[in-house]
């Protein structure tokens, strides 16, 4: 992930993510990028779902006048020319493209151009809302961000794609510091995870490690720099928790990252009647358990990311 974030000049990017489709994550991005405009100002909140956008709508943004598809293929120069104003003070927003055909399918060097011009952007933090699943290019703005806030229900299909999810992300991680030092022999080791291999990111390192213990110290010390975070939304009852710090013990023993649990988020009928209504949850719904709940989520997260990790 990224360096230098000690920077008082720097730009937070904040990745959302989810291994499943409709686990809330847009309903999380949304709604953390209004608190932390709340709480630190001058907030950009990105539609990088490349696929099925849909940020505008929990934004209370009707008709956004631009894409990011305007960017991805040269209608303007840079992505600040599509950022828009939202009615949220301090809040600001890069619409996803739902009119460009195969947006989803960034070349390299299509991606790469984004992904400087997103960590460009000014302000205290950006929130990316990344596609659903472990495709390429979720897991390379992940990769790429700050910190990754993995967002998963109370259901075991969608704890098991978060697990894959976050298997994915470190293998993605793995694989490009294998190739930046040129290392061959260790890259089919990576790359051969992926198709079956060691089941777990531990016996991955074990077996780098019996052919090369300094390089396996290497790719460990590549993992202790990832950060991140997982909430369980659309949560009944306290039995949420118990699954979020159960989920934080799995992976932190068998996938060799730190992840941390933030909380979970009580379910809420309101959530679609605001959606429907395109109002933002937080804004429409201020004294509900929900509410509540997102801004302790937010107020870790800044913790968290000021040095002083809950």
């Not at 209370?60 to 960017?71: A, I, M």
């Not at 600001?92 to 390299?108: C, E, I, M, Q």
């Not at 995870?193 to 052919?211: D, F, T």
């Not at 799995?250 to 379910?267: D, R």
């Amino acid at each position: 992930m990224r360096k230098d974030t000690t920077k008082e000049s720097h730009t937070q990017v904040w990745s959302v993510c989810g291994g499943k489709g409709g686990v809330g994550k847009t309903f999380l991005s949304a709604n953390l990028g209004i608190l932390l405009a709340d709480e630190k100002g001058d907030v950009t909140v990105v539609d990088a779902d490349l696929g099925t956008p849909n940020l505008h709508t929990h934004l209370g943004v009707r008709k956004p006048k631009h894409s990011l598809g305007d960017f991805v293929y040269r209608r303007v120069p840079k992505l600040t020319d599509i950022v828009e104003p939202t009615s949220i003070p301090k809040l600001r927003f890069v619409p996803g493209s739902k009119n460009d055909l195969f947006t989803a399918n960034l070349k390299y060097g299509q991606k790469r151009r984004l992904i400087n011009q997103i960590q460009r952007l000014e302000g205290s933090h950006v929130v990316l809302d990344l596609a659903a699943g472990a495709d390429f290019n979720t897991l390379d703005f992940l990769r790429e961000s700050d910190i990754g806030i993995i967002v998963a229900n109370p259901d075991p299909a969608s704890v098991e794609s978060a697990y894959d999810f976050l298997r994915a992300t470190v293998l993605r991680v793995l694989e490009f510091r294998v190739r930046a030092l040129r290392n061959t022999g260790q890259l089919l080791e990576v790359t051969s995870a992926r198709h079956g291999g060691p089941r777990s990111i531990r016996e991955l390192l074990q077996e780098v490690r019996s052919k090369d213990s300094e390089f396996a110290t290497l790719l460990a010390g590549e993992l202790e720099r990832l950060r991140l975070f997982l909430v369980i939304n659309r949560a009944k009852g306290e039995a949420a928790e118990v699954l979020g710090r159960m989920m934080v013990d799995a992976v932190n023993e068998w996938i060799e990252v730190q992840l941390h649990f933030l909380g979970a988020v009580p379910y809420d009928p309101a959530v679609e009647e605001t959606l429907c209504g395109f109002e933002p949850y937080v804004l429409a719904n201020p004294n509900s358990r929900t509410s509540y709940s997102l801004r302790l989520i937010a107020g870790r997260l800044l913790a968290a990311t000021n040095g002083n990790h809950t």
